[in-house]
């Protein structure tokens, strides 16, 4: 596997199983609280798909409980037996507890839940935990954890990359906050997108410098490749991570520095676009902008741009109105390919016969006549 692996590589794994560090949970609340420091006052938090024996979400919400003014924290974790990855003993905490039952142990899911002062010292914090087990295995879709999402105002977690898609809509159809993790390429999913269009999710504050570095179970090290796993940190590393979000924070209105098209075309510093200039689709009415820092400020159709320009989309300074895909969901494609042209220009690219879906992406033309496919993009125009 190569050292850019992704989130896509973990689903394909079907690994669900990665651990978000502290720092990280850390710096991407604070960047709310100083937008705005009520942002958790008086809310009931839920962290589902959680292992609130060792989560650092629910260490950092339960240490953290009065300095953020939480009314309630709840946190949910899924029974060994359901996952697919079973290596599991349970912890001293557990064992350790009156509560603790041999059978359920495997087969059901926990609560954690904080609201009091329970050991009277003084303050609410990580030792007032309570705990019990589920009636179920704590699968978020079941109906008692679907009950505890009603009863939340605010639902923070790393969901589990195989049910992405399924997971930000069970957020969506509760009409809930939230803050979770997910991979870039989700973001064009056909479930998560129009959410994305419409401003009602956006991403959050980020990951320093776009890399992610999660935990994960020692036996499943070997399915990552040396330089993605840190055998001294004992973390795995993917780069296309992001926090997605509809809590705001300062930084989403920011808008963009950004050059005229003249300017990008003459002082810009991707040498391919001074060459060829800005390229309209052959399939869209919109032109091409390969790179989101060379996004002209005076062009006012529609563009397709780089899905990392969501890290600095600015709503004030843009329209998202779709994106290029093979559903044409939002009606934006002008022209469609027939398969005699997607097997011509397979062919013409690649020397033998097959099918080039044209019909999937925004289409240029290029100087020897031939079409060629562009990476995944989203179509803008300025406000
Ligand atoms: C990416 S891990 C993140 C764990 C934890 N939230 C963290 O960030 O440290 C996702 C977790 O969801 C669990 N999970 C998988 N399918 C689930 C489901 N249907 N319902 C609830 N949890 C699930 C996995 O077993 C895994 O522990």
């Not at 991979?183 to 129009?194: D, L, N, R, T």
């Not at 289409?363 to 803008?380: A, P, S, T």
């Amino acid at each position: 596997m190569a050292n850019n692996t992704n989130l896509g590589a973990a689903k394909a794994a079907k690994n669900d199983e990665f651990y978000t560090q502290y720092a990280d949970i850390q710096k991407e609340i604070n960047a709310y609280l100083e937008y705005n420091p009520d942002t958790f006052r008086d809310k009931v938090v839920l962290l589902p798909c959680d292992d609130p024996e060792w989560s650092n979400f629910t260490r950092f919400f339960a240490q953290n409980f009065e300095r953020l003014g939480l009314k309630r924290l709840i946190s949910t974790s899924y029974a060994v037996e359901s996952k697919k990855y079973k290596n599991y003993q349970p912890t001293l905490f557990e064992t350790e507890s009156p509560m603790f039952d041999i059978d359920k142990t495997r087969i059901k899911g926990k609560i954690f839940e904080l609201t009091h002062d329970t050991n009277q010292n003084g303050r609410i914090d990580i030792d007032d935990l309570e705990w019990h087990y589920l009636e179920g295995d704590g699968d978020f879709r079941s109906k008692e954890v679907c009950k505890l999402r009603d009863e939340a105002d605010i639902i923070v977690t790393n969901p589990p990359f195989s049910l992405f898609k399924e997971f930000v809509s069970w957020i969506f159809e509760a009409e809930k906050k939230c803050l979770i993790i997910g991979s870039q390429g989700a973001v064009g999913y056909k479930e998560v997108f129009p959410h994305i269009m419409n401003n009602r999710l956006w991403l959050g504050n980020g990951f320093s410098a776009g890399n992610a570095y999660f935990g994960l179970p020692k036996e499943l090290v070997r399915e990552f490749a040396s330089g993605v796993y840190d055998e001294k940190t004992g973390l795995v590393k993917f780069r296309n991570c992001c926090w997605l979000t509809n809590l705001e924070h300062g930084r989403r209105h920011e808008p963009m520095k950004l050059m005229s098209m003249k300017d990008n075309l003459r002082f810009g510093r991707h040498k391919d676009l001074k060459e060829n200039g800005y390229r309209h689709y052959v399939n869209y009415d919109a032109i091409e902008v390969p790179y989101t820092d060379s996004i002209p400020d005076d062009y006012l159709g529609v563009m397709g741009v780089p899905i990392t320009f969501l890290d600095k989309y600015c709503p004030e300074q843009f329209k998202i109105v779709g994106t290029c895909e093979n559903l044409d969901i939002y009606g934006l494609k002008t022209r469609t390919f027939t398969s005699e042209e997607c097997r011509a220009a397979y062919q013409r690219k690649f020397g033998k016969p097959g099918t080039y879906d044209l019909n999937a992406a925004g289409v240029v033309q290029m100087e020897d006549g031939h079409y060629e496919k562009v990476y995944q993009r989203i179509l803008i125009q300025k406000i």
